[in-house]
């Protein structure tokens, strides 16, 4: 019996080994995120999520701010004739508010966003600029006094960071779409915190400079830009230090800084699932710790993209992968991951 029991048992320590399991859940509690950072944290929501109430009470006792991951875009606001929908938006706008939690707005501008309300207008001189005016100040305008912040351009960065994005915005009012949008949502909400937002800017120096050029040239030429967004969608292969160089380069124009979407995939990294694991961990610390050596009027929020592994973006096609991604704060039953607890001692440290 003793091959057999042995053979057995090495089978199933194998086959433990490569199935891909979730990151196991820390053991012991942690304190909320919410309580334990002194700047806002944030989580990005659906409206289909309010219906779970679980998701709803791990929300609400970890995370201060929301953004909403689509329902504040074009792609849920305009209608193809022109119209404006905000049933969505509303109804994240209404969740917020009857629990106290601040308002991110997202997006008002991406070059993703291409709309038949738009497209309809296309190379038509003032009646395109005018349908992009009366756009930005119909979502920002809406939601005036309740947002206390909006993206209002978002990704204008060429993905290698050779120069800008075209997109039909920028196709029918050159690069100054960028400064007609920030003055656009002056004009709607005079006192939200208006933000320039794109991703990559950890892992793609060229991509970081080429967007801090655009954000000197909006402050040059008066543009109300008041805050600078990295996204950090982040992969567990970023080498040590990137997320500090990056951080304190942002942190040169002196804005306040929203790292607005948060999540570190394990689909790209190191060699195996654990070795994966264990970089996500020490990118979180890391994280956490070039955050806190912000000087502190500059921590706008940290926003996390989504709040358990299964919320994720990164579980859903097209960007799924295998499907068993674990890039967020929380385990698919709630309980905070290694991650969440590297990140949570890094505050400590910074
Ligand atoms: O996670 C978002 C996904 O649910 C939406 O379908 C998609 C298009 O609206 O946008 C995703 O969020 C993106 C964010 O708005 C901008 N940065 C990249 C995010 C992930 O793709």
């Not at 334990?36 to 109430?53: E, K, L, R, Y």
């Not at 960071?161 to 050159?174: K, M, P, S, V």
Request: with cysteine; net charge neutral; charged share 25%.
């Amino acid at each position: 019996v003793g091959p057999t029991r042995r053979t057995a048992a090495l089978g199933s320590v194998l086959s433990l080994a490569a199935c891909s399991a979730p990151a196991q859940p820390v053991a012991g509690p942690l304190p909320p995120l919410k309580t334990i950072a002194p700047f806002p944290v944030g989580a990005s929501v659906m409206t289909g999520q309010f219906d779970d109430p679980a998701f709803v009470a791990l929300l609400t006792s970890q995370f201060g701010q929301v953004t909403a991951e689509w329902q504040m875009k074009m792609e849920a606001i305009l209608r193809d004739d022109g119209g404006f929908d905000f049933r969505d938006a509303d109804a994240i706008a209404a969740f917020a508010a009857a629990r106290g939690m601040r308002l991110h707005g997202h997006t008002l501008i991406w070059y993703s966003q291409e709309r038949p309300a738009f497209t309809r207008i296309d190379g038509t001189g003032k009646r395109f600029a005018d349908a992009y005016r009366n756009y930005i100040l119909a979502v920002a305008g809406r939601y005036r006094g309740q947002a206390v912040s909006w993206d209002v351009v978002n990704e204008p960065v060429a993905e290698d960071g050779n120069g800008y994005r075209d997109c039909i915005w920028r196709r029918n009012l050159g690069m100054d779409y960028v400064a007609r949008a920030f003055h656009h949502a002056r004009e709607a909400d005079p006192r939200a915190l208006l933000f320039l937002n794109d991703y990559h800017l950890e892992s793609r120096p060229k991509k970081r400079a080429t967007f801090l050029a655009l954000a000197e040239q909006l402050l040059k030429a008066g543009a109300p830009l008041e805050g600078v967004g990295t996204q950090s969608h982040l992969l567990s292969d970023l080498p040590p230090g990137a997320v500090k160089t990056a951080m304190r380069d942002l942190a040169s124009l002196g804005l306040p800084i929203h790292v607005s979407e948060y999540d570190c995939s394990l689909q790209v990294g190191p060699f195996g699932r654990r070795a994966r694991e264990a970089a996500q961990v020490r990118i979180a610390a890391e994280m956490a710790e070039a955050f806190m050596s912000l000087p502190a009027r500059q921590r706008f929020a940290f926003t996390i993209w989504g709040v358990r592994d299964k919320d994720s973006w990164l579980r859903r096609p097209p960007n799924a992968g295998d499907g068993t991604d674990a890039p967020l704060m929380f385990t698919d039953d709630g309980r905070p991951k290694p991650m969440t607890q590297a990140f949570v001692e890094g505050l400590t440290r910074g």
